[in-house]
T-cell receptor, first 117, second 113 residues
Framework: DVKVTQSSRYLVKRTGEKVFLECVQD?????MFWYRQDPGLGLRLIYF???????EKGDIPEGYSVSREKKERFSLILESASTNQTSMYLC????????????????FGQGTRLTVV | AQSVTQLDSHVSVSEGTPVLLRCNYS??????LFWYVQHPNKGLQLLLK??????LVKGINGFEAEFKKSETSFHLTKPSAHMSDAAEYFC???????????FGRGTSLIVHP
C-alpha cells in the first residue's frame, strides 16, 4: 500500500522558533509537494520538488524553505515561526507523468496541524 | 496558467436526494482532473480521476463525474446522498506540461436526515 508519512500530527511551537516538518514517501516518486490548508482557501502550494536537491517556489513561499537531500524525504522549514503560520500542512508525492504517459493522482500524508503561540 | 473554480462553497442536501458539486477549470492544455474527499480530521482520499480516457468517470462510494471539454467542467454527482457523504470535497487539475496539482477552494457537503 502506498504511503506518505508526516512525522507529527500535531505541533505547538513558539513565535520565533525554527520549525521542521518532515515527510517521507515509500513509492519512489520523483515529485513531492508541501501545501498549506486553511478554511475557505483550499490547499495552497508552498514549495515543490521534482528531483533530489531540486526545489521550486509555489504560490505562497514567503517565510518557508525546503530541503530534499534524498528522494524519499522532503522537509519544510519555518525559519522563524509566526502566528500567521498556524495552519494544517499537507505533504504529497506523485510519479513523473512521462513514466506513465498521463498524470496520476498525488498521494497525501495525514497532515500536521501546527499551532504557533 | 491553470485554475480551478468550485462554484459553491457549501451544498446542503437531504439524505436520499441527488448530489451535484460543480467544478470548472481554465486551461489551454488537456488536463488531468481529480476529485478528492476529506472527512473531518482525516486525510485526503481520491474519489475519482479523469486522465483522457472515458469522459464519464466512476469513482468510489457511488460518485461519478463527467468531463465536458466544451464547458471546461468536471462536475461531481451522486444519485442518492448518504449521511456518511458529509465532508469537504476538492476538485483538482494537473496540466499536461506541469507536475503540480492545483486545488479548488473546496465545497462543504452537508447532508440532512
Amino acid at each position: 500500500d502506498v504511503k506518505v508519512t508526516q512525522s507529527s500530527r500535531y505541533l505547538v511551537k513558539r513565535t520565533g522558533e525554527k520549525v521542521f516538518l518532515e515527510c517521507v514517501q515509500d513509492m519512489d516518486h520523483e515529485n513531492m509537494f508541501w501545501y498549506r490548508q486553511d478554511p475557505g482557501l483550499g490547499l495552497r502550494l508552498i514549495y515543490f520538488s521534482y528531483d533530489v536537491k531540486m526545489k521550486e517556489k509555489g504560490d505562497i513561499p514567503e517565510g518557508y524553505s525546503v530541503s530534499r537531500e534524498k528522494k524519499e524525504r522532503f522537509s519544510l522549514i519555518l525559519e522563524s515561526a509566526s502566528t500567521n503560520q498556524t495552519s494544517m500542512y499537507l505533504c504529497a508525492s506523485s510519479p513523473r507523468p512521462e513514466k506513465l504517459g498521463f498524470h496520476t493522482e498525488a498521494f497525501f500524508g495525514q497532515g500536521t496541524r501546527l499551532t504557533v503561540v | 496558467a491553470q485554475s480551478v473554480t468550485q462554484l459553491d462553497s457549501h451544498v446542503s442536501v437531504s439524505e436520499g436526494t441527488p448530489v451535484l458539486l460543480r467544478c470548472n477549470y481554465s486551461s489551454s492544455y488537456s488536463p488531468s482532473l481529480f476529485w478528492y474527499v476529506q472527512h473531518p480530521n482525516k486525510g485526503l482520499q481520491l474519489l475519482l480521476k479523469y486522465t483522457s480516457a472515458a469522459t464519464l468517470v466512476k469513482g468510489i462510494n457511488g460518485f461519478e463525474a463527467e468531463f465536458k471539454k466544451s464547458e471546461t467542467s468536471f462536475h461531481l454527482t451522486k444519485p442518492s446522498a448518504h449521511m456518511s457523504d458529509a465532508a469537504e470535497y476538492f476538485c483538482v487539475v494537473t496540466l499536461g506540461g506541469s507536475y503540480i496539482p492545483t486545488f479548488g477552494r473546496g465545497t462543504s457537503l452537508i447532508v440532512h436526515p
